[in-house]
């Protein structure tokens, strides 16, 4: 059975749910737009899981199209899963790691018995993917590999263009 989707405009530090997927950048120590507002929001836990993943597993940071989870902190969830997206590209197309930004942050949810999970949309912000063809691969993706224990997948959209966006994808 494949997971519910929904959309909701909003915050996704405000999320209710068992784990948030934050848009991370290599190093996993934090940056800006929704990876700084978990960080931020989240508090020092999170700052010190990732610290301990890189003096561990992670000691060249995270792999674009990769995931791997850590404490949600003061967040209202019980982890946060950290994905790196890939940078939008004319020249090279790199949608298969954007996709796998989507699959491999559901994989880790599943071992986690996560039954919710909240998404940003990976990669359309400062890394310059468009928001039309992120929506694209971002719903497609989930509609194929989310399946039990996750029950619901929600994107939280910052804005009504982004929203849109992925609302027309979902049909």
Known sequence: MTARITLVRGDITEQHVD??????????LGGGGVDGAIHRKGGPEILADCRALRASHYGKGLST???????????????????????????EDRSDLLASCYRESLRVARELGAESVAFPAISTGIYGWPMEDGARIAIRTVREAAIAPIAEVRFVLFDERAYQAFAEQLG
């Open 19 to 28: 784990a948030i997927v934050n848009a991370a950048n290599s190093s996993l």
């Open 65 to 91: 199209g990769k995931a791997v989870a850590t404490t949600a902190g003061r967040l209202d969830a019980l982890h946060v899963i950290h994905t790196v997206g890939p940078v939008f590209s004319k020249e």
